[in-house]
């Protein structure tokens, strides 16, 4: 049974930082592509990072380049996205996906690839 908890979000300033966590079960997080991907209300669902599977590539969408980083630790099968100066258009729900088969490098374009879905996590970023 796959499944993805994500955790972390809160209310933020800008120029904040969080750290999101995306905790696994059911399979092994250094097998599979995971991204994260954001929705605020009334827009559709983006992607904003993607780590591949064992020592892969990472992917980032223009908008957080420089800001976030996606990484793993594979001892607490977790996936993490550290969000470092944090701009109000950065407020979303977060989500945690997985690709739908093991390897392959990962690029956050590719949604229609990730199948498995956390409930999400808020991250509100305001004065």
């Known amino acids: 049974q796959v499944q993805l908890v994500e955790s972390g979000g809160d209310l933020v300033q800008p120029g904040g930082s969080l750290r999101l966590s995306c905790a696994a079960s059911g399979f092994t997080v250094d097998d599979y592509a995971l991204g994260w991907f954001r929705q605020a209300p009334g827009k559709e669902r983006e992607g904003v990072s993607c780590i591949s599977p064992s020592a892969g590539s990472v992917d980032y969408a223009d908008s957080v380049k420089g800001r976030f980083t996606i990484s793993r630790d594979n001892a607490k099968n977790t996936v993490y996205l550290q969000m470092n100066s944090l701009k109000p258009e950065d407020t979303a729900v977060y989500y945690c996906?997985?690709?739908?088969?093991?390897?392959?490098?990962?690029?956050?374009?590719?949604?229609?690839?990730?199948?498995?879905w956390g409930r999400g996590t808020q991250v509100t970023v305001s004065s």
């Open positions: 996906a997985r690709r739908f088969a093991p390897s392959g490098q990962c690029k956050v374009s590719r949604r229609y690839e990730y199948v498995y």
